[in-house]
């Protein structure tokens, strides 16, 4: 068996991976949004929106922005017609953001355009290196533990 490492070495080693491939990743994106016209923050808005984050307020809590800057956003999204704003039906005080038919193509092509530039880097993995870091992506993406006052225990982990 190998040498065991404290979970603190490894999440050192996490967060400088991490922080390289979070840029790296950013660079793709803009790389695959550029010819669209479009910035990594407004791809992530309309991936949100198609994914049900349906109202400003609940936009600006998962970007971590202002509602001052989700206004903005939203209205060049509007501008280019790929969203719309409306009158929540049951709640005339909330507005909803929708796609429209525009904005769900806009997706469509935005995927492809990720796809095409995210293929070099993950034809790197194999086939089983894929399906576990899809899992991994999941687990660390799923809501954390309420109490966050929860801290982790030392744990020996193999590398």
């Given at each position: 068996m190998g040498?065991?490492?404290?979970?603190d070495e490894i999440l050192?080693?996490l967060w400088?991976?991490s922080?390289?491939?979070?840029?790296?990743?950013?660079?793709?994106?803009q790389?695959?949004?550029?010819?669209l016209g479009?910035s990594?923050?407004?791809?992530?808005?309309l991936m949100?929106?198609s994914?049900?984050i349906?109202?400003p307020?609940g936009?600006?809590?998962?970007?971590?922005t202002?509602?001052p800057?989700?206004?903005?956003?939203?209205a060049g999204?509007e501008?280019?017609?790929?969203?719309?704003r409306?009158l929540?039906?049951?709640?005339?005080?909330?507005v909803?953001?929708l796609?429209t038919?525009?904005g769900?193509?806009?997706?469509?092509q935005?995927?492809k355009?990720?796809r095409?530039?995210?293929?070099?880097?993950f034809?790197?993995?194999?086939?089983e290196?894929?399906r576990?870091?899809?899992?991994?992506y999941?687990?660390?993406?799923?809501?954390?533990p309420?109490?966050k006052n929860?801290?982790?225990?030392?744990?020996?982990?193999?590398p």
């Amino acid at each position: 068996m190998g040498m065991k490492f404290a979970l603190d070495e490894i999440l050192d080693e996490l967060w400088q991976l991490s922080t390289h491939l979070v840029w790296q990743m950013r660079l793709d994106q803009q790389k695959a949004f550029q010819g669209l016209g479009i910035s990594p923050m407004q791809g992530f808005a309309l991936m949100c929106v198609s994914e049900g984050i349906d109202q400003p307020s609940g936009l600006a809590f998962v970007m971590d922005t202002s509602p001052p800057g989700i206004s903005q956003l939203l209205a060049g999204l509007e501008d280019r017609g790929l969203v719309r704003r409306e009158l929540d039906a049951s709640n005339k005080r909330k507005v909803r953001i929708l796609l429209t038919e525009e904005g769900k193509n806009f997706l469509v092509q935005m995927r492809k355009n990720w796809r095409d530039v995210s293929r070099e880097r993950f034809t790197r993995l194999t086939p089983e290196e894929i399906r576990m870091l899809t899992q991994s992506y999941r687990k660390l993406t799923e809501p954390g533990p309420t109490d966050k006052n929860l801290q982790p225990t030392e744990q020996e982990v193999e590398p």
